[in-house]
């Protein structure tokens, strides 16, 4: 599988992708002072991040902007959740998304699928992680993900819970015809849990999706699915290797992992409040539980600070997958540049100082009470450094401050460190959805009636709550 660097690399010789045609928002600068509603400016402006960057003529969403990209199918997901969104508040009309809607769905369902290497966009009813963004056909050598599918295939059976009326049955039928073509057991591995991707040129990766991580809404999919489904072995495999990952005691335990976009992206989606599984019941808590309690360790690791960090505090914290300012040591710190970072300590632990404002933002739900003063002390602090036209920018890292040193994105600033020049669709996605979900409930109400997601739930084994 590609790095995502060598993607991201490859990616500048396709030029800027234009945008012309794409209705806009109105922009504003950021705000100063902070507006009194920081988190509602917050939201729209990623929103518009999302309905600005899309190709209106086949509505795939750019990995990031303003650097040339590819387009990235998980980031197309959390566009599609992003429209409904915006219809809710004003911000676009019902109409346009629903065209905005179709013409990504068309796109999704005519593309064309099959085993070559190149002329494709999928292949057995999945996408490819990474597709250009004017043709549709997969970029470079990079994998068939089950993953990046499945979270592209959430925003479309939120689509189609939310596109109800009878005018838009369209939306309806391309949503469900795209998700129930996906081959799940064709992507099942012998111990019974989903690789992570497929390559034309080698065959599938080895390496599975397996204990508590963002695949979770992967094989509540894949047991949802209304053919070629998998069955509770595989989700009971996924879980096989939770035992290692409890961190904690007591009140603080909790299931950890230390990207924090695994506490949030299925999530984002699926209301996992007061529903649990076979593993949670025995642990007395559901999964958003969980993740309020992984909020407050990621804060408790910053006041900690063990790797001795520039910024971090009570309400400067944040560590998830994000860009980082280069993959070079100065003075005896290593630094990175995109990356999955987390709590050292933790599962998949990773720090080098950057900090990516979306695990913060994205987890309002979980824990209100420290994310508000945390969005606050981002933007008090460092203000239209990290902050303007689409919101935070992706990450930033005061303790980078060498500005002798060539970077692979942004710019270092005497305020901030290093800050990221871009805009991720996979960071964004979160913010937009999660904080909807804290104020109105809206995606996690339209998912709790999709028969997929509630079979899927009930196939895993969980029980009680809404599902009762």
């Given at each position: 599988?590609?790095?995502?660097?060598?993607?991201?690399?490859?990616?500048?010789?396709?030029?800027?992708?234009?945008?012309?045609?794409?209705?806009?928002?109105?922009?504003?600068?950021?705000?100063?002072?902070?507006?009194?509603?920081?988190?509602?400016?917050?939201?729209?402006?990623?929103?518009?991040?999302?309905?600005?960057?899309?190709?209106?003529?086949?509505?795939?969403?750019?990995?990031?902007?303003?650097?040339?990209?590819?387009?990235?199918?998980?980031?197309?997901?959390?566009?599609?959740?992003?429209?409904?969104?915006?219809?809710?508040?004003?911000?676009?009309?019902?109409?346009?998304?629903?065209?905005?809607?179709?013409?990504?769905?068309?796109?999704?369902?005519?593309?064309?699928?099959?085993?070559?290497?190149?002329?494709?966009?999928?292949?057995?009813?999945?996408?490819?992680?990474?597709?250009?963004?004017?043709?549709?056909?997969?970029?470079?050598?990079?994998?068939?993900?089950?993953?990046?599918?499945?979270?592209?295939?959430?925003?479309?059976?939120?689509?189609?819970?939310?596109?109800?009326?009878?005018?838009?049955?369209?939306?309806?039928?391309?949503?469900?015809?795209?998700?129930?073509?996906?081959?799940?057991?064709?992507?099942?591995?012998?111990?019974?849990?989903?690789?992570?991707?497929?390559?034309?040129?080698?065959?599938?990766?080895?390496?599975?999706?397996?204990?508590?991580?963002?695949?979770?809404?992967?094989?509540?999919?894949?047991?949802?699915?209304?053919?070629?489904?998998?069955?509770?072995?595989?989700?009971?495999?996924?879980?096989?290797?939770?035992?290692?990952?409890?961190?904690?005691?007591?009140?603080?335990?909790?299931?950890?992992?230390?990207?924090?976009?695994?506490?949030?992206?299925?999530?984002?989606?699926?209301?996992?409040?007061?529903?649990?599984?076979?593993?949670?019941?025995?642990?007395?808590?559901d999964y958003f539980e969980n993740s309020r309690r992984a909020t407050y360790a990621q804060r408790a690791y910053a006041?900690?600070?063990?790797?001795?960090?520039?910024?971090?505090?009570?309400?400067?914290?944040?560590?998830?997958?994000?860009?980082?300012?280069?993959?070079?040591?100065?003075?005896?710190?290593?630094?990175?540049?995109?990356?999955?970072?987390?709590?050292?300590?933790?599962?998949?632990?990773?720090?080098?100082?950057?900090?990516?404002?979306?695990?913060?933002?994205?987890?309002?739900?979980?824990?209100?009470?420290?994310?508000?003063?945390?969005?606050?002390?981002?933007?008090?602090?460092?203000?239209?450094?990290?902050?303007?036209?689409?919101?935070?920018?992706?990450?930033?890292?005061?303790?980078?401050?060498?500005?002798?040193?060539?970077?692979?994105?942004?710019?270092?600033?005497?305020?901030?460190?290093?800050?990221?020049?871009?805009?991720?669709?996979?960071?964004?996605?979160?913010?937009?959805?999660?904080?909807?979900?804290?104020?109105?409930?809206?995606?996690?109400?339209?998912?709790?009636?999709?028969?997929?997601?509630?079979?899927?739930?009930?196939?895993?084994?969980?029980?009680?709550?809404?599902?009762?």
């Amino acid at each position: 599988m590609l790095d995502r660097r060598q993607l991201l690399l490859g990616a500048a010789a396709l030029g800027a992708c234009s945008k012309d045609s794409a209705e806009k928002l109105v922009r504003t600068p950021a705000p100063a002072p902070r507006p009194a509603d920081l988190i509602g400016d917050v939201q729209r402006r990623s929103f518009a991040f999302f309905w600005d960057r899309a190709n209106p003529a086949n509505g795939l969403m750019p990995d990031r902007w303003p650097s040339p990209s590819f387009s990235s199918i998980a980031a197309t997901g959390f566009a599609l959740t992003a429209y409904p969104v915006g219809v809710e508040h004003g911000w676009i009309t019902r109409q346009q998304a629903a065209e905005r809607m179709l013409a990504t769905l068309r796109f999704f369902w005519n593309a064309p699928q099959g085993p070559g290497a190149t002329g494709v966009s999928g292949y057995k009813g999945f996408f490819y992680h990474f597709l250009d963004m004017q043709s549709g056909s997969r970029f470079s050598r990079c994998e068939l993900s089950s993953i990046d599918t499945s979270l592209l295939l959430a925003g479309m059976l939120f689509a189609a819970e939310y596109f109800d009326r009878p005018d838009e049955a369209e939306i309806r039928d391309l949503a469900h015809n795209i998700y129930a073509r996906c081959d799940w057991r064709w992507f099942q591995q012998a111990d019974k849990r989903v690789s992570m991707g497929w390559h034309p040129e080698s065959g599938f990766i080895e390496r599975p999706w397996f204990g508590y991580t963002e695949g979770q809404i992967l094989y509540i999919l894949a047991l949802g699915a209304p053919d070629l489904a998998l069955g509770r072995d595989a989700y009971d495999a996924w879980c096989s290797t939770y035992p290692d990952s409890w961190r904690g005691s007591g009140a603080n335990r909790w299931l950890a992992f230390g990207p924090h976009m695994a506490h949030q992206y299925t999530q984002c989606w699926v209301d996992l409040r007061g529903v649990r599984d076979a593993p949670m019941r025995t642990a007395g808590f559901d999964y958003f539980e969980n993740s309020r309690r992984a909020t407050y360790a990621q804060r408790a690791y910053a006041i900690a600070n063990p790797g001795g960090w520039t910024g971090y505090a009570k309400d400067i914290w944040g560590l998830c997958p994000c860009d980082g300012p280069a993959d070079i040591a100065i003075g005896g710190r290593q630094f990175y540049g995109y990356a999955a970072r987390g709590p050292v300590g933790q599962p998949d632990g990773l720090d080098d100082g950057t900090i990516a404002p979306t695990a913060a933002v994205g987890s309002l739900p979980f824990a209100p009470e420290i994310v508000e003063p945390a969005t606050r002390a981002l933007h008090t602090r460092y203000g239209g450094a990290i902050y303007g036209q689409y919101g935070f920018v992706d990450s930033f890292n005061p303790s980078f401050t060498a500005r002798d040193v060539a970077v692979q994105h942004g710019r270092v600033t005497a305020t901030a460190g290093w800050v990221d020049g871009d805009y991720l669709g996979l960071d964004q996605g979160p913010i937009v959805a999660m904080i909807e979900n804290h104020r109105s409930g809206l995606v996690w109400d339209y998912m709790r009636k999709s028969p997929a997601i509630r079979a899927g739930l009930q196939r895993a084994g969980f029980t009680g709550g809404w599902l009762g």
